[in-house]
């Protein structure tokens, strides 16, 4: 079968399961067999397929169909430009963490060599674009899950930072009152218990509820932060939380109740929602 139309059938199949990105999935899935840019299936959308790519793309189709998301079936996540690894058990990075990252690296930029800590790593997406762009950076990455601390030093080490970022298995609310950094940074858990099952299916079923769950009403982790962050930042050091899309001002709030920070504000994403809070330790 040539492309075009195995691209027809994948993106019927897709549809019919109910898949809002079924055009963009299949041609996803497709280039990574195929191993070429979504531009070349365009471009030979009249080119036959050998069988066994045929077989191939139809069990991803499959897989897709039952809502697995693309970026574990493929292995691998785009993110500021960098390509992470992440499999089953790490939280897929988002376009809308790239505002906390794009927010403090203007903040360090100034800074000759930031020591940075980065909780609830994940992929380690945060800590390694971090390393990446602040070429003198020193980052600490933790994350209680031993699959994320695996994956997180796989991508230190895929792109070019494992130098300078240690990836620690460590329990967040452990943490030794150490004020040795000039930034700490975090996009932790912040759903709500009673939420996480109810999410989109892709989420719910597939991704980690460690990563998501927020404890009862979402902000057990920025309780915590607001005040432990206090004894982790050296004095006039950052910290910069990702929120929720409606859990800014409350956040917000938690640090201003701590009266340890001199300026307390928010940054918003592209779409205008208030993606990052932030505070600068007296």
Do not use: W
């Not at 859990?247 to 307390?264: G, M, P, R």
């Amino acid at each position: 079968m040539v492309i075009g139309e195995l691209l027809k059938d994948a993106t019927a199949a897709l549809s019919a399961a109910g898949i809002e990105s079924a055009r963009l999935d299949s041609e996803v899935l497709l280039s990574f067999l195929l191993k070429k840019e979504r531009l070349y299936l365009l471009i030979n959308k009249n080119q036959e397929t050998e069988a066994e790519i045929e077989t191939a793309f139809r069990e991803l189709i499959k897989r897709r169909a039952q809502n697995e998301p693309v970026a574990y079936i493929v292995g691998n996540r785009e993110f500021m430009s960098l390509d992470f690894t992440v499999c089953p058990g790490v939280l897929i990075p988002r376009p809308d963490t790239e505002t906390l990252v794009e927010f403090a690296i203007k903040n360090l930029s100034d800074k000759e060599s930031p020591a940075i800590l980065d909780i609830c790593t994940g992929s380690g997406a945060i800590a390694v674009s971090l390393a990446h762009y602040l070429s003198k950076s020193r980052v600490t990455a933790i994350d209680i899950s031993d699959t994320c601390v695996r994956v997180a030093r796989e991508n230190a080490e895929k792109n070019g930072v494992a130098d300078r970022v240690i990836v620690k298995k460590q329990d967040a609310f452990a943490l030794k009152d150490e004020a040795i950094y000039d930034c700490v940074v975090s996009n932790p858990p912040y759903i709500p218990s009673a939420v996480v099952p109810t999410l989109e299916k892709d989420v719910a079923a597939f991704e980690p509820h460690l990563a998501l769950d927020g404890g009862e009403d979402g902000y057990v982790f920025y309780r915590y932060l607001a005040t432990k962050a206090v004894q982790l930042l050296k004095s006039g050091g950052l910290l910069a939380l990702e929120v929720g899309h409606d859990q800014a001002e409350t956040v917000a709030a938690l640090l201003k109740e701590t009266n340890a920070y001199k300026t307390v504000g928010t940054k918003q994403d592209l779409a205008g929602i208030s993606r990052v809070v932030y505070g600068i330790k007296k």
